[in-house]
Antibody
Framework: EVQLVESGGGLVQPGRSLKLSCAAS????????MAWVRQAPKKGLEWVAT????????YYPDSVKGRFTISRDNAKSSLYLQMNSLKSEDTATYYC?????????????WGPGTMVTVSS | DIQMTQSPHSLSASLGETVSIECLAS??????LAWYQQKPGKSPQLLIY???SLQDGVPSRFSGSGSGTQYSLKISNMQPEDEGVYYC?????????FGAGTKLELK
């Protein structure tokens, strides 16, 4: 059974940093692109970052480019999101998600999410 | 970025009714379209990918169709557990983008 479990969320002040983690199990982690998708309170879904199988390629939308860094440790079946210079608009539940295909981007399994609140 | 417009914003359906949710892309996306269901307090779950392929374990009362810029999700025989918010998402062009969601309630 595929399982994704996020951790590391919490309350952080604007301008500070936070690192999220995602522990994966039930599949061969190193074979899949992985992603982070977020959802602001009572809002829709926004893709945040994607990383290739080896970690050599990373992708971000303009809203987080230069501030967020996605990484992975295939030996530990773990995914990470380093978030720097956090803003109030980064407040959201952050989901770890597995890409359903490495050829086109959709997400076939999601974790339960971890909440990040950016506030002074 | 490709804009995804969903309609309606919300709807209610009776038990056993058939409902449809529409998704319009701002340009052609060649069937690279996925549908997700999100129940209150839960993470999204994949229902349909490549416009009409049913994800393993998803009931057959869910079906997807469409082409070009217009796509739809049909739910036949509405059940209580189908309540939630439904999102479409295009994966044709980077960045992947989602529709705003359609809230489905049981009447």
């Amino acid at each position: 059974e595929v399982q994704l479990v996020e951790s590391g969320g919490g309350l952080v002040q604007p301008g500070r940093s936070l690192k999220l983690s995602c522990a994966a199990s039930g599949f061969t982690f190193s074979n899949y692109y992985m992603a982070w998708v977020r959802q602001a309170p009572k809002k829709g879904l926004e893709w945040v970052a994607t990383i290739s199988t080896s970690g050599s390629r990373t992708y971000y939308p303009d809203s987080v480019k230069g501030r967020f860094t996605i990484s992975r440790d295939n030996a530990k079946s773990s995914l990470y999101l380093q978030m720097n210079s956090l803003k109030s608009e980064d407040t959201a539940t952050y989901y770890c998600a597995r890409h359903g295909s490495n050829l086109w981007w959709y997400f076939d399994f999601w974790g339960p999410g971890t909440m990040v609140t950016v506030s002074s | 970025d490709i804009q995804m417009t969903q309609s309606p914003h919300s709807l209610s359906a009776s038990l056993g009714e058939t409902v449809s949710i529409e998704c319009l892309a701002s340009e052609g996306i060649s069937n690279y379209l996925a549908w997700y269901q999100q129940k209150p307090g839960k993470s999204p779950q994949l229902l349909i990918y490549y416009a009409s392929s049913l994800q393993d374990g998803v009931p057959s009362r869910f079906s997807g169709s469409g082409s070009g810029t217009q796509y739809s999700l049909k739910i036949s025989n509405m059940q209580p557990e189908d309540e939630g918010v439904y999102y479409c998402q295009q994966g044709y062009k980077y960045p992947p983008t989602f529709g705003a969601g359609t809230k489905l309630e049981l009447k």
